[in-house]
């Protein structure tokens, strides 16, 4: 059994990072950048109105006669007089003569001239040229995680591909003959299923959108040829069930025989001691606790960080943060304990219900309470360190 500190460094160590590829940008939504993007123009690439209006050589004159147009899309460059300017709408070209654009609504206009009633400042409401970002700037540096508006923002400079990580492929398999999907009749000493929507809904909130789901019996042989083929064919093994050492629980010999290298089996910790982590060639295996809470405890510590490094993420891990306990904490386990909590700008409250095999305090806590193993009490007050969940 190792600690909770060493069964992070030794995942870390072998996550490797996902082979890149090149995809359209329309495409790139949760994917991770493997190469930073330099702008290939300036944005804007010609100075813009920032609205509609009037624009102008600026003095301290208020009339002046309109003599041209110019609409999103032209590329009017009239040239000004400073007795003159030309009506222009938001996001057209502002002509080079020209340095302030008055809004339409402090004008008084006519067909051919217009009077200016409350005068902009010099260069007001026009949009520089390169003022988001010049030619040659970095758009993104390497391992940074395309959002909506990343994307739209590669798409306003005219960036159509760009290269990113490959997402793994994540396979989870279920196992307990006690098991029953949800909407099928629940009989005697059976109980619905959870782990395996619980586990997909979790990956993807960092970006797995699409796994393959398998359940197996409690018994080696079926075990076995299940992991054959799942273990060739995905970077990631999530297995829920079937890791302790109850008469029942097949799956470490079934990895073993797969020939899944060891690296560490359980994790001096509360919940979630229970835990296998190996490898076999590129392909990672994690192992939970088939109780519920146990098997997500371990996911946001151990797999979540995991698969963040895979796919190309800078910051792995959440930033913790501390706040005031609201009660007292006693640890006589000598193990580090995982407490599901609620935290606000200045406190965290422990939520009743810390059970292994209750998801129900789960659901409305947003933090895992950190005491570590040589911490036998926390007094009301003290300042304690949390790890956020999503």
């Not at 273990?231 to 990631?236: F, M, Q, R, S, T």
């Amino acid at each position: 059994m190792i600690k909770v500190e060493d069964a992070i460094a030794i995942i870390e160590a072998n996550s490797k990072k996902m082979p890149t590829k090149v995809i359209s940008v329309s495409k790139s939504l949760g994917y991770v950048l493997a190469k930073k993007v330099i702008s290939p123009i300036d944005m804007p690439p010609f100075r813009q109105s920032a609205m509609d209006g009037y624009a102008f050589i600026h003095s301290i004159r208020h009339q002046y006669d309109v003599v041209g147009i110019s609409q999103a899309g032209d590329h009017s460059n009239t040239k000004l007089k400073s007795t003159e300017a030309i009506r222009i709408f938001t996001g057209a070209y502002v002509p080079d003569d020209a340095d302030t654009v008055v809004m339409q609504e402090h004008v008084m206009a006519n067909k051919d001239s217009i009077l200016i009633a409350t005068m902009p400042e010099k260069l007001s409401n026009v949009r520089p040229k390169g003022e988001q970002i010049a030619k040659d700037e970095v758009v993104f540096e390497a391992n940074t995680l395309i959002t909506p508006a990343g994307i739209g923002f590669l798409a306003s400079l005219g960036i159509a591909e760009i290269e990113v990580y490959k997402k793994p492929k994540v396979a989870i398999l279920v196992t307990g003959n006690e098991l029953v999907q949800p909407g099928k009749k629940l009989k005697k000493g059976k109980i619905f299923e959870s782990n395996s929507v619980m586990l997909q809904a979790a990956l993807q909130t960092i970006g797995i959108q699409k796994t393959k789901n398998y359940r197996v019996k409690d018994n080696l042989k079926a075990t076995k040829k299940a992991l054959k083929s799942i273990l060739k064919e995905n970077d990631i093994v999530l297995i829920s069930g079937g890791i302790s050492v109850g008469d029942y629980d097949f799956v470490k010999e079934a990895l073993l025989q797969n020939g899944v290298k060891e690296l560490f089996y359980k994790i001096n910790q509360k919940p979630g001691k229970p835990m296998f982590f190996g490898s076999k060639d590129e392909t990672m295996v994690f192992a939970l606790p088939g109780n519920p809470a146990s098997s997500l405890t371990n996911f946001y510590i151990y797999v979540q960080p995991a698969i963040k490094n895979k796919v190309g993420f800078s910051e792995i891990h959440k930033t913790k943060v501390i706040r005031k306990l609201n009660s007292e904490i006693k640890n006589s386990t000598g193990k580090t304990l995982f407490l599901k909590a609620k935290y606000d700008e200045t406190n965290v409250t422990v939520l009743d219900g810390q059970s292994s095999a209750m998801l129900n305090t789960f659901a409305v806590a947003n933090s895992l309470l950190i005491v570590p193993e040589n911490v036998e009490e926390y007094k009301k007050g003290e300042l304690v360190t949390l790890l956020p969940i999503d």
